[in-house]
């Protein structure tokens, strides 16, 4: 089987070339770009010919969870490692629910980052233990992938802001958008994601990293 292409994301600069050394190194991997935020890596993705990222959930602009769910809709067949500061819990919850093929946390050993890598490579997923791909499991992350809620850029603007608690009026000014738009957006987010106040729309902000609590 011949070497997997890898693009590495994240801000660090120190994270992204400890990664690299360490995939090349032991031979685990080709990486064959880097970038330092979701939207550089979304557009690397398209041209670089990857077969997997490896990028962390906490982004500026948009989250890893985010840049999941775009990369697996909008590049066939990508498989994506996140890498995030919680070392389990609803963080693997939500990574599956995205399309990750794997969670791993940030303070995780060599040992743990090079299983993943090699398990997912092989069309695996890696979620703190490796698991081999079966017929029942590829048909169920289908399923969860269709499920799962698709939130626009400007709608995960819209409660960004709502979550900063910022006005209608305010929202508006920011995006550059009418108040009737930024209502418009806010009824149909309340709609999809079945939230009925503000502090849910909050606690939904903070869950998917729109915001830093």
Not at 24 to 30: G, L, V, W
Not at 63 to 73: D, N, Q, Y
Not at 90 to 107: C, F, L, N, P
């Amino acid at each position: 089987m011949s070497m997997a292409r890898v693009l590495i994301i994240d801000a660090d600069h120190l994270a992204v070339t400890g990664l690299r050394d360490l995939l090349e190194a032991r031979n685990a991997a080709k990486v064959c770009a880097e970038a330092a935020d979701a939207e550089e890596g979304l557009a690397l993705l398209k041209r670089s010919k990857a077969d997997m990222a490896i990028c962390s959930v906490n982004l500026a602009g948009m989250t890893g969870l985010e840049f999941t769910r775009r990369a697996v809709a909008e590049v066939p067949g990508i498989k994506i490692l996140l890498r995030g500061i919680h070392s389990a819990g609803h963080m693997v919850d939500e990574s599956r629910s995205a399309g990750a093929a794997g969670y791993i946390s940030k303070s995780a050993g060599i040992g743990t980052i090079l299983k993943a890598v090699s398990t997912i490579a092989r069309g695996g997923t890696f979620f703190g233990a490796p698991l081999l791909p079966s017929k029942h499991d590829e048909n169920a992350r289908t399923s969860r992938r269709s499920r799962a809620v698709q939130v626009t850029p400007r709608e995960r603007d819209v409660v960004r802001l709502i979550a900063e608690g910022k006005t209608s009026k305010e929202i508006g000014t920011i995006l550059g958008i009418s108040v009737k738009t930024v209502e418009t957006h806010r009824s149909n987010l309340m709609r999809k994601l079945r939230l009925h106040s503000v502090s849910e729309t909050v606690r939904y902000a903070i869950r998917h990293h729109y915001v830093v609590p």
